[in-house]
């Protein structure tokens, strides 16, 4: 039986991949928190690559941009929650317009590589390998430019809740991304070349379906516990909203008081948990310094800090002896949040929004750990927790436990406590560490290293949290490998691309 050979017009007229892109953009946007429908990264994936076949540069291009705003849109909606639309517009038009061109490799690749790798050994497996790498390449580029990136959609991050989540641990979450999407390309490919007539060919697909199921946690050691208290003190921490001298720090204290006379070794309050710098501001500092005596254990906190003539995001572990030795500054301080890249030519643009924002973060370069008795605790503020290298970093400085300080109250009533807590979630199964993830406002929680809840705050309320949290020694393999599997697809893919091309133009 003869091979059908590779089309070389598109699946789709452009009319049905622009409507194609569209509904991938809606079902990818379901499988993310607040819908959280896991399941559905795969149909949206295989709409969006149906509609990339056979597309030209330009049609492709269109096909991304559809795609790319569109689910951008839907996902950072919560950015509008404030400052109204433009800032939330700009942010989707800026990813969406990096997604599409990103995208393009993907549509060259259907053209090409059938040319090229004719055979069925080339169109079942090569190419959806090159398809999977090109797009965690594409996601890869988006999380890393411009001023540092955005990596917040990475698919593999929308499988938190999903039976798929523990392939992180062993490759990583931009592993498990390339993984679904391989079986999403390779069932497409089943279908171009009516493969079920030849049942051997669906080996590698049903068998890659087994490995993405049944995949265990990779193992990691138990090493005892550490009792951590974390408190949400549902202050008015919200960049808008009203508030009294020091009322940040006495809705803290307010919140740890019911822990005072328990056995405690670590208190850990959130992101923006001070209303001044303690380095600076003694009545902050003896308030701390109360706090700490009083539970008798040392206070992981978190306030904006000057050095210098630079300001950080900052955490430090208070000790009861009234001073901290050991900080951590925010490593990637989100722009246009944080700070002002480009300040004068944003400012022409859209002055009355670049004013609000005064004060200009710098990039901290310590270690993102703390030490409490011995422990080494791992650290992420915010919106570090979706940066692989912040979180690599703690696990290969010897962290035994995650504590991820964050302050939700600019989105209260949004998706992005949720999404940001199920990212949180994929890095305690990717790393086999438990996690302590805690918001001013909430959502609050204390999580296994296999993913699973331990006890939780809800949103917009007071209360703390106090458990004997596991501690876990080990590196998986997620984290071992996860830098060269991201370095091996991003070259990989490109390079791949590129003996396609020359292969293709050859015949």
Same mark, same amino acid.
């Given at each position: 039986m003869s091979e059908p050979r590779a089309p070389r017009r598109p699946l789709l007229p452009l009319w049905a991949a622009v409507l194609s892109a569209a509904l991938a953009a809606v079902l990818m946007d379901l499988a993310y928190?607040?819908?959280?429908?896991?399941?559905?990264?795969?149909?949206?994936?295989?709409?969006?690559?149906?509609?990339?076949?056979?597309?030209?540069?330009?049609?492709?291009?269109?096909?991304?941009?559809?795609?790319?705003?569109?689910?951008?849109?839907? #996902?950072?909606?919560?950015?509008?929650r404030y400052l109204g639309p433009i800032p939330w517009a700009a942010l989707a038009v800026v990813e969406g317009v990096l997604t599409a061109i990103a995208l393009v490799p993907i549509a060259l690749a259907y053209r090409w590589l059938p040319r090229a790798f004719p055979g069925a050994t080339g169109r079942l497996l090569g190419l959806p390998v090159v398809v999977a790498a090109l797009w965690v390449g594409r996601e890869l580029f988006v999380g890393s430019w411009p001023y540092g990136g955005f990596p917040w959609a990475r698919i593999g991050m929308s499988q938190a809740e999903s039976p798929l @989540?523990?392939?992180?641990? /062993?490759?990583?979450?931009?592993? *498990?991304?390339?993984?679904?999407? #391989?079986?999403?390309?390779?069932?497409? !490919?089943?279908?171009?070349?009516?493969? /079920?007539?030849?049942?051997?060919? *669906?080996?590698?697909?049903?068998?890659?379906?087994?490995?993405?199921?049944?995949?265990?946690?990779?193992?990691?050691?138990?090493?005892?516990?550490m009792r951590i208290a974390a408190v949400q003190g549902n202050g008015p921490t919200g960049y808008f909203d009203e508030r009294e001298p020091f009322a940040v720090i006495q809705a803290q204290t307010e919140a740890t008081a019911p822990l005072y006379g328990e056995d405690v070794d670590l208190v850990v309050w959130p992101e923006g948990s001070l209303d001044a710098d303690p380095f600076e501001a003694e009545a902050i500092a003896r308030r701390m310094t109360l706090v700490a005596n009083r539970i008798d254990a040392p206070l992981l906190a978190n306030a904006a800090t000057g050095r210098d003539g630079l300001y950080f995001n900052t955490s430090m572990l208070w000790t009861t002896e009234g001073t901290a030795t050991q900080i951590h500054d925010k490593r990637h301080p989100v722009p246009f949040g944080e700070y002002v890249p480009d300040r004068a030519f944003f400012n022409a643009l859209a002055p009355d929004l670049i004013g609000l924002i005064q004060r200009e973060y710098t990039s901290?370069?310590?270690?993102?750990?703390?030490?409490?008795?011995?422990?080494?605790?791992?650290?992420?503020?915010?919106?570090?927790?979706?940066?692989?290298?912040?979180?690599? !970093?703690?696990?290969?400085?010897? @962290?035994?436990?995650?504590?991820?300080?964050?302050?939700?109250?600019?989105?209260?009533?949004?998706?992005?406590?949720?999404?940001?807590?199920?990212?949180?979630?994929?890095?305690?199964? !990717?790393?086999?560490?438990?996690?302590?993830?805690?918001?001013?406002?909430?959502?609050?929680?204390?999580?296994?290293?296999?993913?699973?809840?331990?006890?939780? #705050?809800d949103a917009d309320e007071a209360g703390a949290m106090l458990e004997d949290v596991e501690l876990r020694s080990g590196l998986t393999a997620g984290v071992v490998l996860g830098p060269w599997i991201q370095q091996l697809l991003l070259w990989g893919g490109l390079g791949a691309l590129v003996v396609g091309w020359w292969r293709a133009r050859g015949r």
């Open positions: 928190p607040e819908a959280a429908v896991w399941v559905l990264a795969f149909p949206a994936t295989g709409l969006l690559l149906v509609a990339l076949i056979g597309r030209r540069f330009g049609g492709a291009l269109l096909v991304g941009l559809v795609y790319g705003i569109l689910f951008f849109g839907l #996902l950072v909606s919560w950015t509008s @989540a523990p392939i992180s641990s /062993w490759v990583g979450v931009s592993g *498990l991304g390339f993984l679904m999407v #391989l079986i999403v390309a390779m069932l497409i !490919e089943v279908a171009r070349l009516r493969a /079920w007539r030849r049942p051997l060919r *669906l080996i590698a697909p049903a068998a890659l379906v087994v490995v993405l199921l049944f995949t265990p946690l990779f193992p990691s050691s138990s090493s005892g516990s901290g370069s310590n270690p993102p750990v703390v030490e409490v008795d011995d422990v080494v605790v791992g650290l992420a503020i915010c919106f570090d927790v979706i940066y692989d290298d912040v979180i690599w !970093e703690g696990i290969n400085d010897g @962290a035994e436990v995650l504590v991820f300080q964050t302050n939700n109250a600019d989105f209260r009533g949004t998706d992005e406590n949720l999404q940001q807590l199920a990212f949180a979630r994929m890095r305690a199964i !990717e790393t086999g560490r438990s996690v302590v993830n805690v918001s001013t406002v909430g959502t609050s929680q204390v999580i296994r290293s296999d993913g699973s809840t331990v006890t939780s #705050l």
